[in-house]
Nanobody, 125 residues
Framework: VQLQASGGGLVQAGGSLRLSCAAS????????RSWFRQAPGKGREFVAG????????LYADSVKDRFTISVDRTTNTVTLKMNNLEPKDTAVYFC???????????????????WGKGTQVTVSS
């Protein structure tokens, strides 16, 4: 299975972006899907995740009420809609997948089985 992230770019503070993570290859129905990000000089951090079975979303406190994660089961695509972006959201965003991913596993980068290449999000002030 491969993951392909897209949708990054440059936006002004207060603006919106939509990131997509498409899966290809073998079936990915049993995988929870997450987004992580890494800002310059910092470690990678959890942003949002979704339980593949129930589609229950999880969010980091820093993005709650601004970001929305959703799944399209017909295309195996996970979307991260980011509203009211702030300069502190500037980072490389990575999508990832974890087998039978629920709860804490969605938040743990060390639990991820598959990673996509990152997409840059830059928010100017």
């Amino acid at each position: 299975v491969q993951l392909q992230a897209s949708g990054g770019g440059l936006v002004q503070a207060g603006g919106s972006l939509r990131l997509s993570c498409a899966a290809s290859g073998h079936t990915i129905e049993d995988y929870g899907r997450s987004w992580f990000r890494q800002a310059p000089g910092k470690g990678r951090e959890f942003v949002a995740g979704v339980n593949w079975v129930s589609a229950t979303p999880l969010y980091a406190d820093s993005v709650k009420d601004r970001f929305t994660i959703s799944v399209d089961r017909t295309t195996n695509t996970v979307t991260l809609k980011m509203n009211n972006l702030e300069p502190k959201d500037t980072a490389v965003y990575f999508c990832a997948a974890v087998k039978y991913g629920t709860g804490w596993k969605l938040r743990d980068e060390d639990a991820m089985n598959i990673w996509g290449k990152g997409t840059q999000v830059t928010v100017s002030s």
